[in-house]
């Protein structure tokens, strides 16, 4: 017989919660103190609900630990990014993150997990109920449609992705949702700078300012090159975008002739 690898065995949640206390505590993020435990029940759901649904690729916990959850909250080390209080849309919301992480770390924050998936909204609906999530909406939309929409256009603090699009795509999906002050922060890893110049034009059209790189680490993942790139919203977003569903994705902003569907 094969040998079974740690991974492979389901860690109880005592063990998960003790992982991400240590976890958090050499990030230096200050969380609700009902975060570790939260998370841990969190991922309980997710690794059963990811056998029914595709949620997730790999639901081991050690995987897991840093390649969502600490991922998705290591920005919370950059204090000044996350005002108290702050309304947050997490846009293509998939299985959770970063906005779940987010708001079960920061109650404080106001966070509205979008996607279009109804099945994934089923999901992180059980997780929020479960958790007793109270500074948590679930919406089930497009991103292009829910950016043309009243109730959501320009009505959040933040604006938030990770890994759902190359950065001038991010910028046509986001901004919109960014009132003007507030700021888009995508999640990338290594290869975002190779769409910075697409991006900064992408930005211009849709009302931000000058795109800002910021290098975000891992502790236990020297080799990562994960960063965050933000943008704040200057001016309002013009009426034309977001453009029509998919056509964000098919033609890019600032990349060749974008067309104006």
Same mark, same amino acid.
């Given at each position: 017989?094969?040998?079974?690898?740690?991974?492979?065995?389901?860690?109880?949640?005592?063990?998960?919660?003790?992982?991400?206390?240590?976890?958090?505590?050499?990030?230096?993020?200050?969380?609700?103190?009902?975060?570790?435990?939260?998370?841990? &029940?969190?991922?309980?759901?997710?690794?059963?609900?990811?056998?029914?649904?595709?949620?997730?690729?790999?639901?081991?916990?050690?995987?897991?630990?840093? &390649?969502?959850?600490?991922?998705?909250?290591?920005?919370?080390?950059?204090?000044?990014?996350?005002? %108290?209080?702050?309304?947050?849309?997490?846009?293509?919301?998939?299985?959770?993150?970063?906005?779940?992480?987010?708001?079960?770390?920061?109650?404080?924050?106001?966070?509205?997990?979008?996607?279009?998936?109804?099945?994934?909204?089923?999901?992180?609906?059980?997780?929020?109920?479960?958790?007793?999530?109270?500074?948590?909406?679930?919406?089930?939309?497009?991103?292009?449609?829910?950016?043309?929409?009243?109730?959501?256009?320009?009505?959040?603090?933040?604006?938030?992705?990770?890994?759902?699009?190359?950065? %001038?795509?991010?910028?046509?999906?986001?901004?919109?949702?960014?009132?003007?002050?507030?700021?888009?922060?995508?999640?990338?890893?290594?290869?975002?700078?190779?769409?910075?110049?697409?991006?900064?034009?992408?930005?211009?059209?849709?009302?931000?300012?000058?795109?800002?790189?910021?290098?975000?680490?891992?502790?236990?993942?020297?080799?990562?090159?994960?960063?965050?790139?933000?943008?704040?919203?200057?001016?309002?977003?013009?009426?034309?975008? %977001? &453009?029509?569903?998919?056509?964000?994705?098919?033609?890019?902003?600032?990349?060749?002739?974008?067309?104006?569907?």
């Amino acid at each position: 017989m094969g040998e079974i690898l740690a991974d492979q065995v389901p860690a109880s949640a005592a063990v998960m919660e003790e992982q991400l206390k240590a976890a958090l505590e050499r990030l230096s993020i200050a969380c609700d103190e009902r975060a570790p435990a939260r998370i841990a &029940r969190y991922h309980q759901l997710l690794a059963d609900w990811n056998t029914r649904i595709n949620l997730t690729g790999d639901t081991g916990f050690a995987t897991s630990l840093d &390649r969502h959850y600490l991922d998705s909250l290591a920005p919370l080390r950059y204090g000044q990014l996350f005002s %108290p209080g702050a309304s947050l849309i997490d846009v293509g919301s998939g299985a959770g993150f970063p906005g779940l992480p987010l708001a079960i770390a920061r109650p404080d924050l106001q966070v509205t997990l979008l996607d279009s998936l109804q099945k994934r909204i089923g999901f992180l609906q059980a997780v929020v109920q479960e958790l007793g999530l109270t500074n948590v909406r679930l919406i089930h939309s497009r991103a292009e449609d829910g950016g043309r929409d009243s109730a959501l256009r320009e009505q959040f603090d933040l604006a938030v992705a990770r890994a759902v699009a190359p950065l %001038p795509v991010l910028c046509e999906l986001l901004l919109p949702f960014v009132r003007v002050g507030g700021r888009m922060i995508c999640y990338k890893g290594p290869s975002a700078q190779e769409e910075l110049q697409a991006g900064q034009k992408a930005a211009h059209l849709l009302g931000g300012a000058q795109l800002e790189y910021l290098p975000v680490e891992i502790p236990s993942r020297p080799d990562w090159q994960h960063c965050l790139f933000l943008c704040q919203k200057k001016v309002k977003t013009v009426r034309q975008y %977001p &453009r029509k569903a998919g056509t964000p994705g098919r033609s890019p902003l600032g990349v060749g002739a974008s067309k104006p569907e």
